[in-house]
Every structure is written in structure tokens, then in C-alpha cells.
């Protein structure tokens, strides 16, 4: 394969694809893989072999093991947003879809028995957000009786009400424990399912910026972009995502808080290393694994687990935790990696055991003897009887610690998940704390300490400044923040916005060094701060949210509307001159009419309303609703036309909200069964917000409405100014 081929960014090839699939939402993807799968003879010699040699699992329970493992995988979900919102929107899933399917029964794809469906709160998932339900995401998608739910899920997966994901894999940042001052660094994070859930414990204190951040990293270009799409639906501007491999992380510095002056090496409070690995654990959700499963695969994948969780154990700061899992079985994997790094470090970093943390959650403890294989299927007790032809994969860290050193590494207090357990995937899990620095970061620091009291002696032999890292793969942008108050577009925001006088102008920036400045963003102090100071070291893909779009419209004195994923950041400091405080009923009807070029009229609106824009300044600004029994609020974006007043929200938000108020969206829920013909006009004229909930995938986000400078367009916009 040559290099261009390589470098093809598959997550925006796919992106085109499913455009194209969404404009003919009627044709099948060329290659279905569904069918594919459906294929699969799901069994594999070599695998049971190796697992039954292994023990994996006590005797009596094998055979629910295999079978669990040949079934396909039930859906798994969780609602995520703000506190109120996923109150709310909890509320309204058990009421209206769970009640729905509570005693309905369905066959299932593999199964030949009617079952009842039965959604299952996951007990270990903080404040009964997560939800496992009997039915493969498959027997959600073609079962007519659960368009509904379906809907519901690609609907708000896009509005970033829920994130489905599998249970299992829901767990490693739940025993991180982040809380929102904590630094965090998620090493190997693509596709960004857990970075989404480390974010959201970041976020866990309402209307606060944390003080903390989450660098996301990952070391396939590419699959960063996957992660930049999750951070957009997360709205957070304490986010930044690198591309580095995690296992020679560089060591990167911050502003020592205590004396701003100087610098310090930036430690982690919390570090996830969700390492790759074979991923034999997920064979309910990829079958192909059957097909090409082999015992190399584990073997050689140990090398590198085992760097990254070493990389991961230095750039933790002592007092830290750290996770680390694997979707795999394999002890050689798992186990064999642990015990080598602790067999290293001593007693600087200890295994803690967290099962209070994970009430009900079934689950085997870590094992402490296992048997490493080559790929020719033989055991080996000890390195000595490897045979020299293999003795470069099979190494002799990777045996189990001698029984009489079992005490010292506590490999008990892992966590394994098999899929019988609990009808799920499989899955490992580590936590570790450190309690001192590793060995050889003290010898480093001492030689650290010599070399400057030796450098004072010869004054002037100056070493040549160090050349720049270069960095490899795609070029990206230049991360170009504000200087301050006197940044040119400024005085105009801040005197359109009324902005507080607290509000930090340099956590602004573009990402232009000239020319207009189209979108602008925001981040947090804190990653400012990381940026400045160690992007000519780590690569840096993306960071900041989006605040401020262009809009030359000679309505609006300000050459910037607001963006709907910086709004939660922003809002807290804009003054009352932006801002509607607007009754239930209009905000219903604002979002019911989100037709751009037919915005509702001023004189439609209740006459709260009507007197609260009657002086005020065309152009955009902020829609506030609170509901004071439920303690509901929603802050949307919107704009005061000269005779009209509408949201600005993309089409899932707009469902979203709608669902939230408990107002009609029924023209956006299509049942995708009937025939084209059966589907009203009305549906037919909202073509577009049909294709997003049906026909587009669920990670797909919509823009704004009009060609407004979204990321996508990225051209400056004209609104309407009706
Ligand atoms: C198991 S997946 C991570 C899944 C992710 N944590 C999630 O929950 O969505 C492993 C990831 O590690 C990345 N990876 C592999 N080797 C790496 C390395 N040396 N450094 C950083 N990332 C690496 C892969 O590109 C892959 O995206």
C-alpha cells in the first residue's frame, strides 16, 4: 500500500460516505457488512484451547461463558448533559419509552424464543444514568414496534443527551474517580468514548468552568479526529487533544501556581490507559475476531501495554490514580503487564481495589498464575523451556510471579468482567495509586539537581538552545490567541455582549495567524496555560469551543453571533442586554417554527415576550427558560430579526429541547417502516430532519441551519434579517 493511501483520513471518509448514504437514504451501503457478520460461524479451536489452558474461568461456568460469548451484544446507553437535563431527560425515558417496551416481548436476531425486552438500570453506574437493554442494536434498528426508541437514540446520541456505549467499557472512569480540579490525560483515547465520560465527571459541578482539564491523546492521526467530533458534542472548552505515542510521552511543563513567574513539569492527577489490545473481550460486538483470533496477538501486543502503562506511571503525580484496561482475556495481556511493571517500581505504585466503588457489578478477580504460549499452542511453566525460535516473543517478564511472591503484588485486586457475568462484554480493569515517586525519578532528579549546581560554576559556557521537535503527520492550524481587550474584533464583542470585566479576553483564539478571524474559541486558564507552554513539544490536534462565529450582517453592530457549543462556557458572562428570559410557550414555539427563512413573528409571541425585545438591538443573542417546579433551565442561541425572534439550533438540539419541554416534535419522528408514500407532506418539507434522525449515523451532528461559518462551511455568514 503507498503512503497516500495511508494517510487517508478514514474518519472523514466515512463521513462522505454516510453524506452520500444520506442523501439516498433508500440504497444500502455497498459493502454490508451486516450480512458479513450474520456469516460468521462463531467458533474458534484455539481460543477455547488457550482460554480453558489459562483458566480464565472456573470449570462449571465454561459453557455459559461460550455461550454468552456467541450471543450478539444488548444495547447499552447512558444520559449524559448537564445535571437538570439528564434529570429531566431520564425522567421522560422511563415514562414514555421504557414503559412502552417494559412488557413487550421481542425475538431477537439469534434467538428463537420471544423475549421480553426488560431495560436494566446498571447499579454501579453513578445516579442510575446508565442502561443495558436484551436487545443487540440491530434488533433495535428493524424492529418497527421500537422506532420510537430508536429515534430516540440516534436523536439524542447526535444531541448529545446520550452516549450509547458499551456497559463494560463504562467502568475504568468511573474508578478514576476525576473530579473537576483534577489534570487528566487519557493516553491511548480514540475513539473517545471514555474521554466523553471523563469529561462529563470533570464537569460534575453545574455553571463551573473546571479548574482541571482532559488531554486526550492518541497516536493515530486519524482516529484523532474522532475525537475532536466528541469533544464538539461536549461542549467543553477544558479539552485538548494531542497526537504523540503514549508510550514515549513527552514530559510536558505548567505555571507553577504557587510563584507564576516560573515553570514546573506537569504531572496527572488522573491517567486512563485503555491500551490497545486483541480485543478478544468485545467477540459479541466484532465477530470477526473468531475468524482471525491467535495467541500472537496478545503476545505481541505486551511490549507495548507495558510501555504505556510505564509512561503513564512517570507522568503521574504522586497522591494520583491511574487506570489501566484492556477489552481482552488474555492474563499475557492483562495480568503479565501488571506484574512487570510493579516487579520495576517497587513500591512506589500499589493496585488498589475499588469493588465498593462498583456495586453489583459481577466479576472475577485478577488471576496469579496464567501460562504463556507460543503461537504453535505450547505452554511454557518457565522462560527456560521456551525454545530459542520463540524466546523473542514469548519473554521472561511475561511469567507469573513465583507463589511465593503473590503477597507483593496483590494481582487479586484486578477486576475481570466476563460476558456471562452480567450478559455483557468482557473486559479487565487495574486501578493504581501512586505513593512515591518511581525509583529512577528520584535518581533523575538528583542528577537533575547536580547538573544545576554544576552549571552555576561555569557561567559561561552556555549550551546552544535546543533544536525544535519536529513533529510528523498533518500540519494543523496555529493556535493563535488573543493578546487581550485591545485584540482588534474585541471592544465590539465585548461592548455587543455587555461581557463582565472578569472575563479572561486571552482564553480567546483563532486558529489563523491573518486574514478575518472567522470562528473564535474558548478554552479554559488552565489549557491556555498547557498550549502556550508545550506546543513546540507535543503535537497538538485541537482544542478551545466554539464561541463566537462571523456574521457580517448589517443588522447587528457586532461582526460575531453567538455558537451554540460555547454558549454553556460564555453565558455566565454576558450582561442583560443579550439576553430573553422567555416564557415556556414561546420557546416551544420558536423551536416548532425552525424554518430559517420563515422565523416566527414578534406578534405570535406572548406579550411577556413581545415587551422584553420590544428596545432590543437586532442581531444575535441568548434564550433563557427556566422551569421553577423541575428546576429545568435551557440557554439556547438566538436572534432578534427585525420582525421576528428564533432559536439557532441544529436540528437535534431542536428535538432535544422539545422532547425536554414535553412539546410536540412528531414531525421529526418518522417511523422510517412506512412507506414513502404514507409519510405526510409536512414530513416531507422537513426532509433534512428526517435524514438526521433516521438516515445519518447517531455520531453525526447537524449545523446550524443557515450557511452561517460553521466548522463544516467554514464561510462567513448573511442571516436573513426578517
Ligand atoms: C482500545 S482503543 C481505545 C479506546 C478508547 N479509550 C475509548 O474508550 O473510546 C486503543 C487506542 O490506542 C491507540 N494507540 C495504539 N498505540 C498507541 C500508542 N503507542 N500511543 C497512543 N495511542 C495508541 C489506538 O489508535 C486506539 O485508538
Redesign the pocket.
Known amino acids: 500500500m503507498g503512503r497516500r493511501n495511508r494517510n487517508v483520513n478514514k474518519f472523514a471518509q466515512r463521513k462522505r460516505e454516510r453524506k452520500e448514504q444520506a442523501k439516498n437514504p433508500q440504497e444500502k451501503p455497498a459493502a454490508d457488512t451486516r450480512k458479513h457478520y450474520e456469516d460468521i460461524v462463531r467458533e474458534n479451536a484455539a481460543f477455547e484451547e488457550y482460554y480453558k489452558n489459562q483458566k480464565v474461568c472456573p470449570e462449571e461456568e465454561w459453557l455459559d461463558f461460550m455461550t454468552s460469548l456467541k450471543e450478539n451484544l444488548p444495547t447499552a446507553f447512558r444520559i449524559t448533559g448537564s445535571k437538570c437535563e439528564a434529570d429531566a431527560l431520564l425522567n421522560i425515558v422511563k415514562s414514555e419509552y421504557f414503559s412502552d417496551i417494559l412488557n413487550m416481548k421481542i425475538k431477537n436476531e439469534d434467538k428463537e424464543e420471544e423475549e421480553e425486552i426488560k431495560p436494566i438500570s446498571l447499579p454501579w453506574y453513578p445516579g442510575g444514568l446508565a442502561w443495558q437493554l436484551r436487545l443487540s442494536r440491530t434488533d433495535i434498528r428493524r424492529n418497527e414496534l421500537l422506532y420510537k426508541l430508536h429515534n430516540f437514540l440516534v436523536a439524542e446520541t447526535a444531541a448529545g443527551g446520550v452516549s450509547r456505549q458499551e456497559a463494560v467499557?463504562m467502568i475504568p472512569p468511573v474508578v478514576l474517580k476525576v473530579e473537576p480540579h483534577h489534570k487528566v490525560l487519557?493516553?491511548?483515547?480514540?475513539?473517545?468514548?471514555?474521554?466523553a465520560q471523563l469529561i462529563e465527571f470533570l464537569h460534575a459541578e453545574e455553571d463551573k468552568v473546571p479548574t482541571g482539564f482532559v488531554m486526550a491523546?492518541?497516536?493515530?492521526n486519524s482516529?484523532c479526529y474522532m475525537l475532536v467530533h466528541q469533544a464538539k458534542r461536549l461542549n467543553s472548552p477544558c479539552i485538548l487533544i494531542t497526537n504523540?505515542?503514549?508510550?514515549v510521552m513527552p514530559s510536558l511543563i505548567t505555571t507553577d501556581e504557587k510563584d507564576p513567574t516560573v515553570t514546573k513539569p506537569l504531572k496527572f492527577d488522573r491517567i486512563?490507559c485503555?491500551?490497545?489490545?486483541s480485543?478478544d473481550a468485545t467477540l459479541r460486538k466484532n465477530p470477526d475476531i473468531w475468524l482471525k483470533w491467535s495467541t500472537g496477538n496478545g503476545n505481541n501486543l505486551h511490549g507495548?501495554q507495558y510501555r504505556?502503562l510505564r509512561r503513564g506511571c512517570e507522568l503521574l503525580a504522586v497522591g494520583g490514580r491511574l487506570v489501566y484496561s484492556?477489552?481482552s482475556f488474555n492474563p499475557i495481556e492483562n495480568e503479565a503487564v501488571i506484574h512487570r511493571l510493579l516487579q520495576e517500581i517497587g513500591e512506589s505504585v500499589k493496585l488498589v481495589d475499588v469493588s465498593d466503588m462498583l456495586p453489583g457489578l459481577k466479576f472475577h478477580k485478577g488471576m496469579t498464575h496464567w501460562r504463556p504460549a507460543s503461537k504453535d499452542m505450547v505452554f511454557y511453566d518457565k522462560y527456560e523451556d521456551v525454545p530459542e525460535k520463540w524466546q523473542t516473543v514469548v519473554r521472561p517478564q511475561m511469567f507469573p510471579p513465583k507463589p511465593e511472591d503473590l503477597d507483593k503484588y496483590n494481582l487479586e485486586k484486578c477486576i475481570r468482567i466476563l460476558p456471562h457475568h452480567q450478559d455483557t462484554g468482557g473486559f479487565f480493569v487495574a486501578v493504581f495509586e501512586k505513593t512515591s515517586q518511581l525509583p529512577w525519578e528520584k535518581a533523575e532528579e538528583q542528577k537533575m539537581e547536580t547538573n544545576e549546581t554544576a552549571e552555576v560554576s561555569k557561567e559561561e559556557k552556555k549550551e546552544p538552545p535546543k533544536k525544535k521537535r519536529r513533529m510528523g503527520g498533518y500540519r494543523e492550524d496555529p493556535f493563535v490567541f488573543f493578546s487581550g481587550d485591545t485584540e482588534d474584533v474585541f471592544p465590539s464583542i465585548k461592548e455587543y455582549y455587555d461581557l463582565k470585566s472578569d472575563f479572561d479576553s486571552t482564553c480567546l483564539l483563532t486558529r489563523c495567524h491573518v486574514g478575518k478571524k472567522k470562528n473564535i474559541y474558548l478554552v479554559s486558564s488552565v489549557v491556555k496555560d498547557v498550549v502556550q507552554k508545550n506546543e513546540n513539544n507535543i503535537k497538538i490536534i485541537n482544542t478551545g469551543v466554539k464561541t463566537f462565529v462571523r456574521c457580517d450582517n448589517k443588522n447587528m453592530t457586532c461582526p460575531f453571533r453567538l455558537s451554540q457549543e460555547g454558549l454553556p462556557s460564555i453565558s455566565q458572562y454576558i450582561g442583560p442586554k443579550r439576553r430573553v428570559n422567555i416564557l415556556k410557550e414561546d420557546l416551544i414555539l420558536v423551536l416548532q417554527n425552525d424554518n430559517p427563512s420563515n422565523p416566527p413573528d414578534i406578534k405570535l409571541f406572548s406579550e411577556h415576550t413581545q415587551n422584553l425585545v420590544k428596545d432590543f438591538a437586532t442581531g444575535s443573542c441568548i434564550l433563557e427558560y427556566q422551569d421553577t417546579e423541575s428546576n429545568l433551565k435551557l440557554t439556547l442561541v438566538g436572534w432578534r430579526g427585525v420582525h421576528s425572534l428564533r432559536a439557532y439550533t441544529a436540528t437535534p438540539d431542536t428535538v432535544h429541547y422539545l422532547r425536554l419541554l414535553g412539546a410536540d416534535y412528531s414531525k421529526y419522528d418518522v417511523n422510517k417502516f412506512k412507506k414513502a408514500s404514507d409519510v405526510s407532506d409536512e414530513a416531507d418539507t422537513n426532509n433534512v430532519a428526517e435524514v438526521s434522525q433516521c438516515s445519518t449515523s447517531e455520531n453525526e451532528p447537524n449545523g446550524d441551519k443557515e450557511n452561517n461559518g460553521d466548522v463544516s462551511t467554514n464561510e462567513t455568514s448573511n442571516i436573513n434579517s426578517t
Open positions: 467499557s487519557d493516553m491511548c483515547a480514540a475513539p473517545g468514548s471514555k474521554t491523546n492518541d497516536v493515530d482516529r504523540h505515542d503514549s508510550a486512563l485503555d491500551v490497545p489490545c480485543g507495548i504505556i484492556t477489552c
